[in-house]
């Protein structure tokens, strides 16, 4: 199959990277004065994990940081997408910071700006202190405090070198997996209090980024949400008001704060008692301008009213997740979010990749299947800036196999393989496409 690629032309600025978060690839979980995470504790529980594992481990980036970041430095990319372990830079979530752990996110910066990386920040890639969840975690206002003190003291002693500061990564996730679900971190099965957490994340975002520029921030300063066109399985009237309302609240009910200041009046009737309490001018304050809004995509999703559908039934090919292969949807995306919510600045693309049933054979991994869905998610990406939605930044999902949540290490969406007994890393053959592409485009800058 030829590279849909091959001829692309991006802008010179445009910003290529590869994204991480510290729970899934640094373990040393328990080194250097490092609180408990919720997702610590809820890898203790029977059952939460698919293979019983969890992050004590994981790719040991702990110590291995230097290394991965020449691996980084090696593929070619400008950027490197990284969160902070809130517990291991203040482990209780208020009062005492660790000085260990500021440390080390003093070297890992430093390290990248030595390597011509740039350095993008997510504040909270998920993993809450464990203390703060005793408190009620996101649940309760107060969180939305400490959060912003927390998002004050990093910016304090890391913003002067970075290029971008995300307040939280995929609230969705948070609110609906986390608490609604129950299938992630920290397990709680409640939709009202999953709602009041989705408000509780968007009102520290807001506070926070309020914060933050009053202190002069000078970092480019954003969120990143989880989204995906939502198509009805049939034409029927059942299904498209099925995705009428899925929609709302995997996009809508983020994106109408964050760009409009009110939650929509359609989501908002349908949940009925699970409505978030508010008080008095929050949505004035998630209301604060954004200068990007991050984007994460990985397929689209169809909704049926009886729920029968299932993504086999697209003929497509689906990833190791069961999702399906979809880079249409990423253009049809981007330019609904440009044709519904004019006001957005510039969309960075912080995730897009796939889990594949790689193997490692004679040091090398040809996955091609992981390659073919880099080159036409970019193509897509591509598609829509000639269509006129500003883009600037695609980050590939992810650096390295890792920790993948209630998956553990069973799926592999790493551009790099990682063998877990010897943490041996092995760029895959997707890595080296990814490589050679931005060689050509810097030569065609």
Wanted: some cysteine.
């Amino acid at each position: 199959m030829s590279d849909p690629t091959a001829d692309l032309r991006f802008p010179a600025d445009f910003v290529w990277g590869v994204s991480t978060s510290a729970f899934q690839i640094e373990g040393a979980a328990q080194a250097d004065g490092k609180g408990e995470s919720v997702w610590d504790r809820f890898c203790q529980q029977p059952g939460a994990i698919a293979d019983a594992s969890n992050g004590l481990v994981a790719c040991e980036h702990y110590q291995r940081w230097a290394e991965d970041l020449d691996l980084i430095a090696s593929l070619g990319v400008n950027a490197y997408r990284f969160s902070v372990s809130w517990p291991r830079v203040q482990p209780t979530g208020q009062g005492e910071w660790n000085r260990a752990g500021l440390a080390f996110y003093d070297r890992l910066v430093d390290g990248m700006l030595a390597r011509g990386l740039q350095p993008h920040l997510t504040l909270n890639h998920w993993d809450l202190p464990q203390a703060l969840q005793e408190q009620g975690g996101w649940a309760n206002r107060a969180t939305v405090d400490r959060f912003v003190d927390y998002a004050l003291a990093i910016e304090r002693r890391l913003g002067d070198r970075l290029a971008s500061l995300v307040t939280h990564n995929e609230p969705w996730v948070m609110a609906e997996l986390g608490h609604h679900q129950g299938i992630f971190a920290p397990g709680v099965k409640d939709r009202a209090t999953a709602m009041q957490v989705s408000h509780h994340l968007l009102l520290s975002h807001g506070r926070a980024l309020k914060a933050l520029r009053a202190h002069g921030a000078k970092a480019k300063l954003g969120i990143v949400l989880n989204l995906a066109p939502m198509h009805p399985a049939t034409p029927s009237p059942a299904d498209r008001a099925k995705a009428q309302l899925e929609d709302g609240l995997l996009a809508r009910w983020y994106l109408d704060p964050l760009c409009r200041g009110r939650y929509p009046a359609d989501v908002w009737a349908s949940l009925g008692d699970a409505v978030p309490q508010m008080a008095e001018g929050d949505l004035a304050e998630i209301q604060q301008p954004l200068d990007f809004l991050g984007v994460n995509y990985y397929s689209r999703t169809v909704q049926s009213a009886d729920g029968s559908w299932s993504n086999q039934q697209s003929g497509r090919e689906l990833t190791d997740m069961g999702w399906e292969i979809y880079p249409e949807g990423l253009t049809e995306l981007l330019l609904r979010l440009q044709r519904d919510y004019p006001q957005l600045p510039s969309l960075w693309i912080t995730e897009n990749g796939g889990a594949f049933p790689d193997e490692l054979k004679d040091g090398r991994v040809a996955d091609e299947a992981r390659t073919r869905y880099l080159q036409q998610h970019i193509a897509a990406v591509h598609e829509a800036m000639q269509e006129g939605v500003r883009v600037g930044a695609y980050m590939v999902w992810s650096l390295l196999d890792n920790f993948e949540w209630a998956f553990g290490y069973s799926k592999r969406f790493g551009i790099v393989h990682v063998d877990y007994a010897t943490q041996q890393r092995t760029p895959k053959d997707s890595a080296r496409w990814y490589q050679q592409f931005l060689q050509q485009q810097k030569k065609k800058a």
